[in-house]
């Protein structure tokens, strides 16, 4: 008997780029789009809901991060298989998306690769990270040393990148400014930069070199 096709619900903030995974995987007998989600919340509300086979999971959402949606997603409905589908750079995040629970982390602009994850989920498969693209020259450096951030720090980077104030990350990310104030001070240090007009012009090619 064939195995009935495999619920998918796709987590990008992307209209686009939902449609364009909704009609690739709606050619494909193996998988059935069973819901799309823009944010955070409506991931967790939809996967409640819809009881999917598999997550594909952007990095960036309007109210929190794909770091975080895995590892809820893992914690309350943990037969739901995580996908990571995004832009950013795997060097940063591929590592971080696997230890918070998702089996494999894949580029967006790859549509082949896309579907091979998937397949490999839903085989039962951990394919791991994908094969990173090299930077070179300057732009290499904060990618580099980011690799060495803890997740929190490199939340609260991107969403400096991002053009984010103290208070609009605290309230995102449930921190007091204090706290905010303190990451902001080990990312100075790490980076190795002075003031905060250089932090974010760190973290504003860093946020662009991720997303290349």
Known sequence: MAKSPSKVLIVDDHPLLREGMKLRLGLDPEFE???????????????EQLRPDIATIDMGLPDGDGLTLIR?????MPQI??????????RVFAERALR????AYVNKRDSADVIIALRAARAGKRQGRATPRGISGDSAAAPQRAMNLTDRETEVLTLIGEGRKSGEIAARLGLS?????TYRARLKEKFEVRN??????IAVQWLMDVMK
């Open 72 to 76: 809820q997603l893992r914690e309350q």
């Open 33 to 47: 789009v069973c819901g799309e989600a823009a944010t955070l919340a409506d991931a967790l509300r939809l996967a």
């Open 196 to 201: 905060s007009a250089e932090l974010s012009r």
């Open 100 to 103: 918070a629970g998702a089996v």
């Open 177 to 181: 400014l204090s706290t905010v104030d």
């Open 81 to 90: 298989i995580c996908l990571v589908v995004s832009a950013y750079d795997e």
